[in-house]
């Protein structure tokens, strides 16, 4: 079973910086899109970022553009997403998110699997 | 103001049929597939319904959707009380060159 598992969330100040990880397993991990998707709490979901397998192509929601940062390293098997420039609003569970379950060249809005999810809380 | 609309509720008896609309624009649900997820309280996004029609393996097929012009739907038979959770509506949107999601409907299962 795909397995998903975010981390480096947490509490951090207004104006601050922290670096998401997603480490994947069993599937080929250089073969998919992946993407970031948050959720604020007590709202619905928002597509964050999303890069292409080879990690050449790089997609942002308007929102972040600017400030996020997505990237991989297939030799890891692991994706990143480097934040800063935090505000309020940013407040919320990032899920890292496997494309699929079809093999396409460019991401999606189809996400087969989520991993649990990772906090982030900006706050003074 | 999610650019993918839902209404924000919707709600069924046990063992009766219910829709979930998505509406979108040309940018969107015109020119892409729709993708459907489930999210029960205090867990991750499942994804239901990919390539506006088919069903992930796992999936029961009382779960189905479709979708014409710039909308689609979710359709959900023989309602069962595990069924009460949000669903949401997702697309890739061509002109904003990312993926969108529809603002959530809480599914109430009466």
């Known amino acids: 079973e795909v397995q998903l598992l975010e981390s480096g969330g947490g509490l951090v100040q207004p104006g601050g910086s922290l670096r998401l990880s997603c480490a994947a397993s069993?599937?080929?991990?250089?073969?998919?899109?992946m993407s970031w998707v948050r959720q604020a709490p007590g709202k619905g979901l928002e597509w964050v970022s999303a890069i292409t397998d080879s990690g050449g192509k790089t997609f942002y929601a308007d929102s972040v553009r600017g400030r996020f940062t997505i990237s991989r390293d297939n030799s890891k098997t692991t994706l990143y997403l480097q934040m800063t420039s935090l505000v309020a609003e940013d407040t919320a569970i990032y899920y890292c998110a496997k494309d699929g379950p079809l093999l396409t060249i460019n991401p999606g809005a189809d996400f087969e699997y989520w991993g649990l999810g990772t906090l982030v809380t900006v706050s003074s | 103001q999610s650019v993918l609309t839902q209404p924000p509720s919707a709600s069924g008896t046990p063992g009766q049929r219910v829709t979930i609309s998505c509406s979108g624009s040309s940018s969107n649900i015109g020119g892409n597939t729709v993708n459907w997820y489930q999210q029960l309280p205090g867990t991750a996004p499942k994804l239901l319904i990919y390539?506006?029609?088919q069903r992930p393996s796992g999936v029961p097929d009382r779960f189905s959707g479709s979708k014409s012009g710039t909308s689609a739907s979710l359709a959900i038979s023989g309602l069962q009380s595990e069924d009460e959770a949000d669903y949401y509506c997702a697309a890739w949107d061509d002109s904003l060159k990312g993926a969108l999601f529809g603002g959530g409907t809480k599914l109430t299962v009466l």
């Open positions: 390539s506006s029609n």
């Open positions: 069993k599937f080929t991990f250089g073969t998919y899109a």
